[in-house]
């Protein structure tokens, strides 16, 4: 069995966490981090990677690699916006499909591949801590597992647990 804790960042400003951000991620990793991790994993953007750097540091794991896994961040978060603006508010990623279905499509494929990657990265009974954003976590969920799940509030996340190729997904 391998585990994937899939995280949304904490509040931003750009692409920085606020101090509320910051708080709340630092709330998570006091009482919501289960080390050790064999992988701590970013989107690429500086609000994920800092957001997985303070996890890092509750998980006592200061020292281990911090991998930026770009294929995790969408190419078209334009794209991503102007959809999820179309299908109204805490749209999930059904409603969004049903404004762009070629976006949620190729980027389930995409944003799966990569989540894919991670898990087969991790050795068995190894666990990695990964940051991203929403609805684009959402998507990787269903382009690696077939599973929807509703938008992830900032700081939620979705354990993803694959074993002998067959996956569950159940909130943190």
Do not use: C
């Not at 692409?15 to 991790?37: C, F, N, R, S, W």
């Not at 294929?71 to 409603?95: C, N």
């Not at 494929?109 to 009974?125: F, K, M, N």
């Amino acid at each position: 069995m391998r585990y994937v804790e899939l995280r949304r960042h904490t509040d931003n400003e750009g692409d920085e966490l606020t101090a509320q951000g910051v708080a709340d991620a630092e709330a998570i990793g006091h009482d919501g981090v289960q080390p050790p991790y064999a992988a701590f994993v970013s989107s690429g953007a500086a609000r994920a990677t800092q957001m997985l750097t303070i996890l890092r540091h509750a998980a006592g794991q200061d020292d281990a690699p911090l991998s930026q896994v770009t294929a995790l961040r969408s190419t078209v978060e334009d794209r991503w916006r102007s959809a999820a603006r179309a299908a109204g508010r805490g749209a999930t990623v059904e409603r969004i499909r049903q404004v762009d279905p070629d976006l949620v499509e190729h980027e389930e494929r995409l944003l799966g591949a990569a989540l894919r990657r991670i898990v087969e990265a991790l050795p068995d009974g190894g666990r990695a801590l990964v940051v991203g954003h929403s609805p684009t976590n959402e998507a990787a969920v269903a382009g690696l597992t077939g599973q929807t799940v509703e938008p992830l509030a900032k700081g939620a996340g979705v354990l993803i647990v694959e074993d002998a190729g067959r996956f569950t997904v159940s909130p943190l």
